[in-house]
């Protein structure tokens, strides 16, 4: 049974995603176009689990298949789609996972939603305080219950990320 652990902000967290990209990056080499720090370890000053969330981003998803050998070697599990049509997701650690690295098209609309909800944060630090502050709560209230810390933050996260999307979009 993991139990939900939000910690506060941790500069390393860069770090630790500085470290995996580097990996990652030798790993898939030319089939990569970009490698992004996502999450809310990657919102400076944004309480979240210790979890790094990476995602690369690629010009063609099914060709990520066969580099499954290749994460498996630095500690990665291969998932597949795991619940998301064009990801394929790998998580490292196990029970105590460490890292969760979600890799998509480029410029498919979940790369988008899962940038645009993180700059989004990084802009706005009193949202970024409301969410941490939400996480904080739900991971007191449900210590051992993931499904129920996920269910407490969904109407949250839909609300912000719809606005982050048509922010983002209008942005650029």
């Not at 400076?44 to 690629?58: E, Q, S």
């Not at 996920?150 to 942005?171: R, T």
Request: glycine share 6%.
């Amino acid at each position: 049974m993991r139990k939900v652990q939000v910690c506060p902000y941790n500069p390393t967290w860069a770090d630790k995603f500085n470290e995996e990209a580097i990996k990652l990056q030798q790993i898939f080499g030319d089939l990569l176009v970009h490698i992004y720090h996502i999450g809310s370890t990657s919102v400076p000053g944004l309480k979240a689990k210790p979890i790094i969330d990476i995602m690369p981003v690629v010009e063609n998803i099914t060709l990520v298949d066969t580099y499954n050998e290749g994460m498996q070697r630095i500690g990665y599990e291969p998932m597949g789609e795991y619940g998301i049509p064009m990801r394929r997701f790998f998580r490292k650690g196990g029970e105590d996972r460490t890292h969760h690295v979600h890799i998509f098209e480029i410029d498919s609309p979940e790369a988008i939603r899962h940038l645009a909800f993180r700059d989004y944060l990084r802009v706005n630090p009193a949202i970024s305080e409301s969410y941490g502050n939400l996480k904080q709560h739900l991971a007191t209230q449900f210590p051992t219950d993931m499904e129920r810390y996920i269910e407490g933050k969904n109407d949250f996260v839909k609300e912000i990320e719809a606005k982050a999307v048509k922010w983002y979009k209008e942005s650029k």
